[in-house]
């Protein structure tokens, strides 16, 4: 005897996908290998390896059968370059979002983790930086920063109700989003891996998102 249990109209509502967006993190920089924080819009640009990094997730997408009714990158030069050589691929233009530009880092722009902890005596904490968690001075608190990304995400998703959707960004910000969708609180979202080139996707329902895979960069 088989019982069929039938789903409600709340339930259908909540299971149906509003958008689904796919996070290219940029290419690399001269910045990338020495994890140094940056929050210039001009500097630095792609080099290389971070050209060879986006032109490889893009046949990696396409292979997947990821589509795109929008295009959305950071203002950052190094997303810009980044979008301009995805919607070559994709075949369309993107469009730029202020709010998606990575953490405002102030006066810690440019220095590395180890150079910050000793210049203003943090330590590292469960191998993870305290400076995460510390508000830098003419900087962005990692609450205010979050608090702006998801802000930022929603209006996209509902923007593009049913639609599929690429945004080029910082790896802070796909970590920030990467955070909400699994409730990772903000002093930890640290430890959620995005590299450079990687691919980050999401969809969203109504109140609610599934994480489908995270800083995937193909091999």
Known sequence: MYVIIGINTEVKIM??????????AHGATIYSD??????????????????????NICEYIKKRGVRSDKIYSSPATRCIQSAQMISK?????????EELNSRNWGDWNGLTFDSIAEKYNLHYEDGIPSIIATTPENGE??????????????????????????????????????ATTLGVPPERQSRILIKTGSATQISYFDGWSSLIYSGYVPL
């Open 34 to 55: 020495d994890y140094r924080l940056c929050s210039q819009e001009n500097y630095p640009p792609l080099e290389e390896k971070g050209q060879e990094e986006i032109k």
């Open 15 to 24: 299971l149906k996908r509003k958008c689904k967006i796919t996070y290219i």
């Open 141 to 178: 608190s990692i609450v205010d920063f979050n608090k702006r990304v998801d802000v930022t995400v929603h209006k996209i998703v509902d923007k593009n109700l049913g639609n599929r959707v690429i945004v080029v960004t910082g790896a802070n910000v796909i970590q920030s989003v990467v």
């Open 89 to 97: 691929v994709f075949k369309q233009d993107f469009e730029v979002i």
